[in-house]
């Protein structure tokens, strides 16, 4: 019985792991990967050419030029903040870390395990008795 509390418990450590950004991590980026990031986060995921139209729409004082986006977008995907998929047309993805799980569910297996080592402690005496 305990191991398939035992195995569901690793499924949720192993989600925990996963890799992945959250939004407050957007604070320990530089000037410029952080503007990348602002305009990704609001679509999530968009092609190359969608990317520069949008940095060219930004005021002139926080666009970057076509080097320094080229090099935010590498360096962001060598970081693990973007995804970056196909190879003729590219397009980013943020890689957003999912979102910690309820304490409520660790409560539920804590309280599951007890249970069951209570069931099993009260069935062990029956057990134990000499046949008649």
């Known amino acids: 019985m305990g191991g398939v509390f035992d195995r569901l418990n690793s499924k949720l450590e192993a ?30 995921e968009l092609t190359y050419p969608a990317i520069c139209e949008a940095m060219e729409t930004m005021p002139e004082a926080e666009r970057l030029n076509r080097s320094e986006l080229d090099q935010a977008l590498e360096q962001l995907n060598k970081q693990g903040w973007l995804i970056k998929l196909g190879e003729e047309r590219i397009t980013y993805k943020v890689n957003l870390r999912r979102k910690a799980g309820s ?14 080592d209570e069931s099993k402690s009260a ?9 008649d």
Do not use: F, H, Y
Not at 20 to 44: F, H, N, Q, T, Y
């Open 103 to 116: 304490t409520l569910a660790q409560g539920i297996w804590n309280t599951l395990d007890k249970k069951i």
């Open 123 to 131: 069935q062990k005496p029956e057990e134990e008795k000499p046949g």
């Open 15 to 44: 989600r925990e792991m996963e890799g992945g950004i959250s939004a407050l991590d957007l604070k320990d980026l530089p000037p410029g990967l952080r503007k990348v990031m602002r305009l990704m986060l609001r679509e999530v």
